[in-house]
């Protein structure tokens, strides 16, 4: 497998972690949901991201899982996986393992507690020299999750520093800013250009690549409007580009809910026939018998606006 | 004046605090932007919330705003008056201020660190008592700016005991849950059914009203569509006020953005005509040229929007 | 063994995860700091807790460590072994795995992301539920490091509807008025009494103890004189256990400061002879020169007063 | 009045607002409380900082008691004010009206919801343009309260950039690395050495002075103990410092604790016969009998010890 570069675009899909109804892991709906996304025209798998719900999996589980999705994407696009972790150790064998696999790179976010721009910056130089330098890294920008936030600044010194440093997931909220930031002082510095893809579920995927995204790293049920999207604007249309985004931004914007947001995904796939239950470990959101409606309501209602526009 | 009541409904907009170029109150804003708020349809207007900057405000500004927009309305809809302080000495002044000054009643935000239910519940009594029974109170639920998280049997206890309460500004994100079963509970337990108005831009407006909300407190600066979307739903035709939703909702979304938001909006208002000056008091969001031209495209493509489907 | 029960009392003293300069768990040191621990008379032992650097263990590691722990105890004194977890099914299958090794019971704090008593009561039953009746349970309230605050209510409702709760560890700063409060309110109910141990290295041991402690579940280097001031409070001798308290105490402030606070206990355990290197897993503290010497100025401080007081 | 300057020293007080029983300003206590201060030897005074109540006073009952402790202690020792607001208007407009009553310098923390090292840095670098450079500032690190990180990099950019910055108040926790590093940093870098005063009531001032603090800004309701420890270290007699720290340490671990700490500290300045009610304006600490109780165990302690040792 290539490994993961600065040239990475389009539409690396962040995976769910499929589960049947008691909450073990279900590798036929694995395979099922890797073809699924595959047929939607992603350009790569994120799997063992938050999403993914990596933090409830064992480390046997997240192998098995890995290796799993690997097997069955077999070279056709790079898989991504999430490395996260409180121990650098475990950060090293996790990356080390993953690429061993068949990765093509691995996705980082910073640890706990880091509150100061030198204390985020010495976690990614300490992690990335462990790593060393064959290791592709897509640096993780989620602060709403980890609670930490990596400044312009920072991310510039460490692009600069780290060869390794390929890709970012730019996932701070509000980000469209810092984007156009990260852009344009990259370029004045002269520095690499690396790949940023956005998360949040894409909602703000058409303001983002047009100040300077490559596409989106994100989990959204509906892989299809994000790839349309980054056609669109690949094909110099932007107008295409959001006259499709806007289709399914009431979905889009329901999903991205923190918390049920995840239940709500996982049961969007499973209507769509990706995957078998939409069970969430627990922890995790249980949908009743309203949240099933009012999805049910949105998706119905999607369906009729691609109908109007010709868009199915 | 009315008092405000448990059954307000439809559009009570957040009021914008207008400032001149250098940061003065301009109140001849003041009376353009009540102005433009009343012709959109508002049922009412709530002034002094965090969106309109209260906490930047003197209390000699605050007074002087409060009667500036209370004589424009003129007892023409009830106008209620954000009351969040430090001091409970503070609120109570505040509060008694504005309704002998004309207000329909006060918005009231928990103070800080309050971590625990029991926390929660007594801070509230303690302001009612202060407050008495004859200062009608919107409870405003708002955790992700406040950081206090105001639980459902709260909100019921709080409902029971205290008779002044009689509206509660629904902002918890998500929240759609909580809305559902406060309504449910409430009603199984045969309380009062208060009246609650959604805020966070109106993001899940048709949804909240789906769930039992009876209207929006929020300050979308296309107040006529929350208005319209109210309307829908009251007249039994949801679909309608969905798809006008919907051709908002790319707008809605980005001036959801916390931060920048502020500046969006009253940048939108100073387009809109309804004020002379976008500028937001320091520190605060100034908005550059990328962020005008994105705005600027986002307020062309509503336009052609409603055009197409006569909304306009 | 015997389980853990409401009894319980006297100093559990949290274990150290000893680790070579490395990083790799040192299972000698394990021993030599069970011994210590043992020496200075602990009536338990409670291991893989925050400070033991559970989250930077794999699971295997985890479980090697718990049973070189457990072997070496070999039913001396209770064994107290943390389970918390993200996921609901491993702290189920870590509690288990403990209990058949011959753990006396386990330590759980509530997982992250719960903001108001309802979600906090709702996990630790979600949890009891699947753990069982059999499983003796210390539930941990340490917010400084959780960010989850189990109010006094919560935590009467809890005590009363799960039998297998029978320890608290209150680590809540500040936390004396809570401490008062579920003892007082739970005796008005008539509720069992159950174990109270504090935490946060001892800061409030006497006034503690005062309140209606039991003892110490904490892991402050110097065992000895948490088990002196419990022992000389459980003799009715207060004053006596103040005298012993405040010599320790400008160490105890030192060692408490949150995060250095564990690279120092781990230094202090290593020169007194427990362990064999102090080394924190990566990322975590590392001391310097001026660390060093000025932990050796506070511990020849205390040798000093020690002395001067006959107390050596 | 002299302009504070980088060589203050010695013992900033920070000063409780006094206010009767019933909440309301306590101007004679005003009076009584500066002279306990000037009799136990402070080299300064601090108003209207967090501890002070600031934001529970109206501007204008800030104005008066600024005036009052002005006129109070005439010129005897440097009086700094407390200028921390959300609005940059308001700062300003306080730090001026300061100054021209007579203040010495102004105490300034980072607005609110500043997350990385740009943020911060920005924002002292708008207010201290606003303020010009007339106005001694005194820059608050306490992220405890604030939230808010200042990094060593970005404090030596702003005492590079502002010389108006004179002093900086340390009340990181744990900070003692910050303050070597601080002073190691500047050195190297060849920039001015501002003041140093430490703030956390003192936890940690013994090991603070070593490291290169200049003294004490906190309200410990013991002042003296403040003022002998330093001038011990002053006098190059650390044994002695800590000797007569560690006395004190248990009753200031005790008044360190957040929240009800406040109103400890006002009861002991209140048994102290400085002030006359130790009432703290609502919402705040409510001292009960147990906590009083306590208290008087803890001053008796004291007497007892300090008659020991021949320092009272």
């Known amino acids: 497998m290539n490994k993961l570069n600065e040239q990475a675009n389009g539409v690396y899909i962040i995976s769910a972690t499929p589960f ?11 395979d099922s949901l890797t073809d699924f996304y595959l047929e939607k ?15 409830k999996l064992t480390e046997e589980e997240a192998l098995i899982f890995m290796q799993r999705v690997l097997a069955r994407v077999n070279g056709r696009v790079p898989v991504v996986v999430g490395v996260s972790h409180a121990s650098h150790r475990h950060v090293e064998r996790l990356a080390k393992t993953a690429m061993d696999k068949g990765a093509a790179g691995v996705m980082l976010a910073p640890g706990p507690n880091l509150v100061t721009d030198p204390q985020v910056e010495n976690y990614f130089l300490s992690v990335a020299h462990l790593l060393g330098g064959e290791v592709p890294v897509c640096l993780q920008d989620f602060p709403q999750s980890t609670k930490v936030h990596t400044s312009v600044p920072v991310m510039l010194r460490l692009i600069e520093a780290l060869p390794q440093i390929v890709m970012l997931k730019h996932e701070d909220l509000p980000g469209m800013r810092k984007l156009s930031q990260l852009r344009s002082q990259s370029e004045t510095l002269g520095l690499r250009r690396v790949s940023v893809l956005v998360g949040n579920g ?37 107008a295409r580009g959001e006259d499709i985004f806007d289709c399914y931004l009431p979905l889009l914007r329901h999903e991205f809910q923190y918390g049920i947001g995840l239940g709500l995904r996982k049961e969007a796939l499973r209507r769509r026939g990706a995957i ?10 249980v949908l009743d018998s309203i949240d099933q409606q009012e999805l049910s309501g949105l998706m119905a209602r999607l369906e009729r606006k691609l109908a109007e526009k010709g868009l199915n």
């Not at 992603?42 to 990596?54: F, Q």
Request: hydrophobic fraction near 45%.
């Open 20 to 30: 049947t109804d008691s909450g073990e892991l279900d590798l036929a709906s694995a």
């Open 41 to 55: 025209g992603v350009s790569g798998i994120t799997i063992l991201g938050m999403m993914g719900e990596a933090h």
């Open 276 to 285: 078998k239950s939409a069970a969430v470990r627990q922890p995790g959101p």
């Open 202 to 238: 894409g909602l703000f995927l058409p303001q983002e690549l047009a100040r300077g995204a490559d596409g989106a790293m994100t989990g959204f049920a509906w892989p299809e409007m994000l790839v349309q999207v980054c056609q669109a604007y690949a094909a110099g249309d932007p």
